[in-house]
Nanobody, 121 residues
Framework: QVQLVESGGGLVQPGGSLRVSCAAS????????MGWYRQAPGKERELVAT???????NYVDPVKGRFTISRDNAENTVYLQMNSLKPEDTAVYYC???????????????WGQGTLVTVSS
């Protein structure tokens, strides 16, 4: 069994910074891409950023220049550093991983439970 556990969400003032983390655990053979998505109240879940196992990154336009995704392959952990936060960044942030489980040696997609980030004064 594999699970992703996010941490680091909370309340921050506009213009502030926050870092969220996501650790993958369980019987993992290999992890390919990892990413962060978010879902604001009343809206659909949307992509924020992704990172490959080799470190190539991709960001959606609204967060470019403000957010940085990184990962520690040895710890199976992905991070999202968020700077210059805006109220419109308020959302539940979900971690996602594309990986192979040891038990089945099949490629699957796994989601975390989400962590709430609130940007408000």
């Amino acid at each position: 069994q594999v699970q992703l556990v996010e941490s680091g969400g909370g309340l921050v003032q506009p213009g502030g910074s926050l870092r969220v983390s996501c650790a993958a655990s369980g019987s993992i053979f290999s992890i390919y891409a990892m990413g962060w998505y978010r879902q604001a109240p009343g809206k659909e879940r949307e992509l924020v950023a992704t990172i490959t196992s080799g470190g190539s990154t991709n960001y959606v336009d609204p967060v470019k220049g403000r957010f940085t995704i990184s990962r520690d392959n040895a710890e199976n952990t992905v991070y999202l550093q968020m700077n210059s936060l805006k109220p419109e960044d308020t959302a539940v942030y979900y971690c996602n991983a594309d990986l192979i489980m040891i038990a089945t040696m099949r490629r699957i997609e796994v989601w975390g439970q989400g962590t709430l980030v609130t940007v408000s004064s």
